[in-house]
């Protein structure tokens, strides 16, 4: 059975939901399932913006038909071409001999990359460039890096509408509602939002901010994103949240306390930390256990907030292999601005402390780490006391 949503008077939602995938890119859990998104416009031409992921592509492909109602398709216009968007591409180009693909160089070299039979049917196109469909026009506008390099966005210069690729999606399947207006974003889907932009395009926090910059000259009434949920209205929203996690600010003032601990020992000092925090007055502080929380979490919860509370038990002379693989996702993520406090463990050899510190100010941009640290030998005790009140107060002072 088809299920398509009307985006504007002549535009269709025509994607899918996976509720099945575990993992997106085999890596992010996704307890929520994911959207594809893929919009048909129907004009003097037909024109389909992107594909979807092959998981979904008969259900698509249903869409794609009933929408069409017996009319051919004219035009493919492909603004990504990751596999999960632009596999179904090969089975549309089947369907529909006569399509035309439009896209740019970079785009086309990865279609014949994964081997996709494009010849005889590609229309290049570059940014500024303008293309009519009849009463619609659209103009392109390269996003590079957000999130591959051939990545760019259509701007349908008639209604307003951007189709934004990657920009401005999110994990979690549509439950029938499309619009952000027909959800509560702020409760329901922003943590996602936020996990998908930080884990997925984090990295490339420049580019998106150059996209922004190019996409502030366009009077852009409703933004259609390959996931998640379409936006017809309170833009600033969502845009002021692109540009905070762009330029690596946090939205919040608050500590986040992630601990490793082996035997309970680091956790029971981390939960006096964040006990003490609180007692102080500093009541946005949230729990992390390293071994227990998908790093994806962590990543978007680090992106969050303003303070990271590192407690680490030492392992082999090293950091616990869990927090060495957060500390080296942060890294790979480009993550910044970011003031962190270290507590350490370890029996005979406590080495974590140092090793953190020393990963924290070479490998992160734009970093504090707190000179004050609380050690622990085993367990913490009372002699440790007024170690852990003055990091709780150099946290709660640095927050000023
Ligand atoms: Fe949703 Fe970069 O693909």
């Known amino acids: 059975m088809h299920c398509v949503r009307k985006v504007t008077d002549d535009l269709y ?18 307890p929520r399932g994911v959207s594809y998104n893929s919009y048909l416009l129907l004009d003097e ?122 920009a401005f999606g999110s994990f979690g399947a549509l439950d029938g509602k499309l ?41 852009i009434k409703i933004i259609c994103p390959l996931h998640g949920p379409v936006w017809r209205n309170n833009l600033g929203y969502f845009l002021d949240k692109y540009d905070k996690w762009s330029r690596y600010e946090p939205e919040e003032k608050g500590v986040m306390v992630v601990y490793a601990s082996m035997y309970g020992n680091t956790e029971s000092a981390a939960n006096a930390v964040a006990a ?39 392992y082999n002379l090293g950091i616990y292999p869990p927090m060495h693989n957060y500390l080296m996702d942060m890294k790979a993520l480009n993550l910044q601005k970011r003031t962190f406090a270290i507590v350490e463990n370890g029996s005979w050899a406590c080495k974590s402390g140092t090793l953190m510190r020393e990963f924290l100010e070479k490998q992160l941009k734009q970093t504090t780490v707190l000179d004050e640290k609380l050690t622990i030998n085993s367990a913490m005790n009372e002699d440790n006391l007024p170690d852990m009140d003055a990091l709780a107060d150099s946290i709660i002072e640095s927050m000023k």
């Open 13 to 30: 939602w025509v994607g899918a939901n996976d509720r099945r995938l575990a993992l997106f890119e085999n890596i992010h859990p996704i």
């Open 45 to 166: 031409k037909t024109v389909l913006f992107d594909t979807v992921d092959w998981s979904v592509c008969r259900q698509f492909l249903e869409n794609i038909k009933f929408v069409l109602n017996g009319r051919q398709l004219d035009y493919l216009v492909v603004n990504h071409l990751e596999p999960d968007h632009a596999a179904a591409m090969e089975e549309v180009m089947l369907r529909y001999p006569d399509v035309k693909i439009i896209s740019n160089e970079k785009a086309f070299m990865f279609m014949r990359q994964f081997g996709y039979d494009i010849e005889g049917r590609i229309e290049e196109v570059k940014e500024g460039d303008v293309r009519s469909f009849g009463k619609h026009k659209v103009t392109f506008i390269a996003a590079p890096m957000v999130h591959w390099p051939e990545a760019m966005v259509t701007f349908d210069t008639t209604n307003g509408v951007l189709f934004s690729a990657d």
């Open 179 to 219: 619009f952000n207006d027909e959800v509560n974003f702020d409760r329901d889907w922003i943590d996602d939002a936020r996990r998908y932009y930080t884990n997925i395009v984090g990295k490339y926090g420049p580019h998106v901010q150059a996209l922004l910059k190019k996409a502030s000259g366009a009077d």
């Open 276 to 314: 003490k925090l609180v007692e102080k007055g500093i009541t946005n502080v949230s729990m992390y256990d390293v071994s227990k929380t998908h790093v994806s979490y962590l990543i978007s919860e680090t992106f969050r907030l303003s303070h990271v509370v590192l407690a680490c038990v030492t």
